[in-house]
């Protein structure tokens, strides 16, 4: 059996989140002159946005596209991997140059989400007085993270967004954004999520949470000064695994890895079955790039995600959305099924029929398929001015 011994395998950071002094990247940011009102109480002060663009603004300021990351994303849409990016553009065939999201044409806006840990302010940010705000971090909900993002709107002279697009966590503010916002934005794309967080989702997310509050390392939250190694990183892995298996189809799993074993090694003789190593793998990435508070935070705000909330519930808040929508689910999504999708394109006044992106990927179909996500992306664009 191939072995590698943990001597070989740099200890994983306390957190792999974007600290000061660390290479800015193409990141650039926006401090909030005032806190930030919470929904769920008290205000959170000293608050700034990472962010990242493409293409240029026009005088006019008409031609602004809001793109919004999942829970694991960033701002780095577009682009190598490289000092102060950890992965490459997670969304590279559908920005740039002649693509869907031609930044010869539009000029696309990428915020790191509040609550996040690439540059926005998050658990492993100082607060004021300089220590980690750690497990004191607030609760978070999307409309929050909306506020915080409509801030930065303002101070980029943005008064109305031509598109607003974001899938899973980013459908979900997007979907808050047509909400709250309806008269800045022209027009809307959802990919793969939902007007209210289910049962089964907050299932699937709280046994994530479970895993990473496990982690004896985790401290309450207050480990971002602990040296390699010294963070929760094994909690951390697990989350990942967990959602990993969800964002992912049965079929295709059993396609790629059906029961081989990984190379030499046999799970007789403490080996691994080659999807055991593909997991491993997802997760000693995610380790090494992402923060354990902020997938709390993060993931606790997707379970509060509710558009119909103080609004008389979903149908009355769909109705006043005003954008062009399309609304698009992956076929083969079994954390997000297409019913979900069904209930807002049957819910929002400006909807056409669902669309359905097929896939043999699950969830994550909506990064992969860039081709069909950028056919509707054409088609919603070849409708503004």
Known sequence: MNTVTTSEIPLPPATGAWREGDPPGRRRWHALREPLPLEAGGELPGVRLAYETWGRLAPDRSNAVLVLHALTGDSHVRGPAGPGHPQPGWWDGLVGPGLALDTDRWFVVAPNVLGGCQGSTGPASPRPGGRHWGGDFPFLTQRDQVAAEARLADALGIDRWSLVIGGSMGGMRALEWAVSYPRRVESLLLLATTAAASAEQIAWAHVQ???????????????????????????????????????????????????????????????????ESYLDHHAAKLVRR????????????????????????????????????????????????????????????????????????????????????????????????
């Open 209 to 275: 949470l479970h895993a990473i509050r496990s982690d004896p390392q985790w401290r309450g939250g207050h480990y971002h000064d602990a040296g390699p190694g010294g963070g929760p990183h094994a909690g951390l892995g697990v989350a990942r695994r967990l959602a990993h298996v969800t964002y992912r189809s049965e079929p295709e799993l059993q396609d790629r890895f059906g029961r081989e074993h990984q190379g030499a090694e046999h799970p007789w003789r403490r080996g691994r079955y080659q999807v």
């Open 290 to 385: 992402f923060d354990a508070g902020s997938y709390v935070v993060l993931t606790e705000g997707m379970n509060g995600h509710d558009v119909g909330r103080g609004r008389g519930g979903t149908k009355a808040a769909l109705r006043r959305i005003t954008a062009r929508t399309l609304v698009a689910g992956v076929d083969s999504d079994r954390l997000y099924p297409l019913h979900q999708q069904r209930e807002l394109a049957d819910g929002i006044p400006g909807a056409d029929r669902l669309r359905v992106i097929g896939s043999p990927y699950g969830h994550d179909g909506f990064l992969v398929e860039t081709g069909q996500v950028g056919a509707l992306v054409r088609e919603l664009l070849a409708r503004v001015p």
